[in-house]
Nanobody
Framework: QVQLVESGGGLVQPGGSLRLSCDTS????????MGWYRQAPGKQRELVAT???????NYADSVKGRFTISRDAAKNMVYLQMNSLKPEDTAIYLC??????????WGQGTQVTVSS
C-alpha cells in the first residue's frame, strides 16, 4: 500500500525553524520528483519546493533563501528545512511524489503554525 507520511510540523515563533520529513517507506516504485506543497485556510494549494531524482530543485519565490529541500534517494525520503519562518508560512504542508510513469501521490499533511 502506497504511503507518504509527513512529520516535523508544529508551533514555532516567527523567526524560528522547523524541519519536515516525508517517508514513503519505499512503497512507491519509480519515484522521480518529490516535494512539498502547502494549503492555508481559505487559500488554494501552492507549491513550496520540489526536487527531482537528479537533484534539481525548484522553490516558490516566497520561500527562496529561507527553505531548503533535500532528498535521500536511497530511502525515497524528502526533507524541508524551514528557517526564518513567518506567520504567512502557516499552513498544512503536504508531501508529494511523482513517478516516472506520471502517477502522483500525496501525503495527508502536517500542520505548521507560526505565531507568537
Amino acid at each position: 500500500q502506497v504511503q507518504l507520511v509527513e512529520s516535523g510540523g508544529g508551533l514555532v515563533q516567527p523567526g524560528g525553524s522547523l524541519r519536515l520529513s516525508c517517508d514513503t517507506s519505499r512503497t512507491i516504485f519509480g519515484v522521480d520528483t518529490m516535494g512539498w506543497y502547502r494549503q492555508a485556510p481559505g487559500k488554494q494549494r501552492e507549491l513550496v519546493a520540489t526536487i527531482t531524482s537528479r537533484g534539481s530543485t525548484n522553490y516558490a519565490d516566497s520561500v527562496k533563501g529561507r527553505f531548503t529541500i533535500s532528498r535521500d534517494a536511497a530511502k525515497n525520503m524528502v526533507y524541508l528545512q524551514m528557517n526564518s519562518l513567518k506567520p504567512e508560512d502557516t499552513a498544512i504542508y503536504l508531501c508529494y511524489a511523482r513517478t516516472l510513469y506520471g502517477l502522483d501521490y500525496w501525503g495527508q499533511g502536517t500542520q505548521v503554525t507560526v505565531s507568537s
